[in-house]
């Protein structure tokens, strides 16, 4: 099972970046799927979350409304749309296969890629 996150980058304040995740080694169309960020220091936060087969969404508060999870079963992919890009989103940001649990709880996943890192700075 392998995820390969990628998109990270350096971005000012109020832009936008677009965060992509191949999945590989798992069907991944049977799975619900998520993104966790840790910000330097700081514990591991959940993010978002979009679950299989109805494709309901679920965002953290501090990203609601800015932040967009989608996927391309197809594809095998998972994206992050995030928009409106503050400071305190500065983190690496990892995508991650559901396993069980509460959506809302970054422990809930267990598998993870290795992340990218998002910067966003003036």
């Known amino acids: 099972v392998q995820l390969q996150a990628s998109g990270g980058g350096l971005v000012q304040p109020g832009g936008s970046l677009t965060l992509s995740c191949t999945a590989s080694?798992?069907?991944?169309?049977?799975?619900?799927m998520g993104w966790v960020r840790q910000a330097p220091g700081k514990e591991f936060e959940w993010v978002s979350a979009?679950?299989?087969?109805?494709?309901?969404?679920y965002y953290a508060d501090s990203v609601k409304g800015r932040f967009t999870i989608s996927r391309d079963n197809a594809k095998s992919t998972l994206y992050l749309q995030m928009n409106g890009l503050k400071p305190d989103d500065t983190a690496r940001y990892y995508c991650?296969?559901?396993?069980?649990?509460?959506?809302?709880?970054?422990?809930?996943?267990?598998?993870w890629g290795q992340g990218t890192l998002v910067t966003v700075s003036s």
């Open positions: 979009i679950v299989t087969g109805h494709g309901t969404t």
């Open positions: 080694g798992f069907d991944f169309s049977r799975f619900s």
């Open positions: 991650a296969k559901y396993d069980r649990g509460p959506y809302h709880e970054w422990d809930s996943y267990n598998t």
